[in-house]
T-cell receptor, first 112, second 113 residues
Framework: GQQVMQIPQYQHVQEGEDFTTYCNSSTTLSNIQWYKQRPGGHPVFLIQ?????EVKKQKRLTFQFGEAKKNSSLHITATQTTDVGTYFC????????????FGKGTKLTVNP | DVKVTQSSRYLVKRTGEKVFLECVQDMDHENMFWYRQDPGLGLRLIYFSYDVKMKEKGDIPEGYSVSREKKERFSLILESASTNQTSMYLCASSLSGTGNGYTFGSGTRLTVV
């Protein structure tokens, strides 16, 4: 079945350092979504990318969708303690269905 | 804002019990989903539903069933709870059409003893 691989599994940074998580799919994706889950919380939708090579920004967060639409990345500039949490990417399931296949997430911790 | 409400935040049940987890959304979303989340395994889809009385198996449906009698409510049923079903259960909903983000509920942490 379709797989969405996400690396790294864990990342610990000092406050102010940058952070990047990468997502790779075994198949071409029609779109990719990113979610954030704070400790003790539930996943919250951040953004969706649809176009090949698309780049979107949300303040210090930059999201990219690869040219081949098989990979994506989330980059955080100058991390803050509020960025702590697990970041998930997700892509449509087999045949472009409306169910999402989630990566296992990257858990980010920030040392103040 | 869309709200997805799960009936219980924490639940403790005994092995062999029949367990009902309830989920209600208030924004007329067509799609509803049940996931379980376990450390190191991420989010795994149990069942989903595109419409009332419609259901489809996800990746790990064994030991579970679902019910969707009304559009706003999607119930997950553990027919005979077992200890390996101890987990965080997350309900989500979305509008019909690919590319619509999910709204998740706060989750139910189920412990089976």
């Amino acid at each position: 079945g379709q797989q969405v691989m996400q690396i790294p599994q864990y990342q610990h940074v000092q406050e102010g350092e940058d952070f990047t998580t990468y997502c790779n799919s075994s198949t071409t994706l029609s779109n990719i979504q990113w979610y954030k889950q704070r400790p003790g919380g539930h996943p919250v939708f951040l953004i969706q990318l649809v176009k090949s090579g698309e780049v979107k920004k949300q303040k210090r967060l930059t999201f990219q969708f690869g040219e081949a639409k098989k990979n994506s990345s989330l980059h955080i500039t100058a991390t803050q303690t509020t960025d702590v949490g697990t970041y998930f990417c997700a892509g449509p399931g087999w045949g472009g269905s409306e169910k999402l296949v989630f990566g296992k997430g990257t858990k980010l911790t920030v040392n103040p | 804002d869309v709200k997805v409400t799960q009936s219980s935040r924490y639940l403790v049940k005994r092995t062999g019990e029949k367990v009902f987890l309830e989920c209600v959304q208030d924004m007329d979303h067509e799609n509803m989903f049940w996931y379980r989340q376990d450390p190191g395994l991420g989010l795994r889809l149990i069942y989903f539903s595109y419409d009332v009385k419609m259901k489809e198996k996800g990746d790990i449906p064994e030991g579970y069933s679902v019910s969707r009698e009304k559009k706003e409510r999607f119930s997950l049923i553990l027919e005979s709870a077992s200890t390996n079903q101890t987990s965080m259960y997350l309900c989500a909903s979305s509008l019909s059409g690919t590319g619509n983000g999910y709204t998740f509920g706060s989750g139910t942490r189920l412990t089976v003893v």
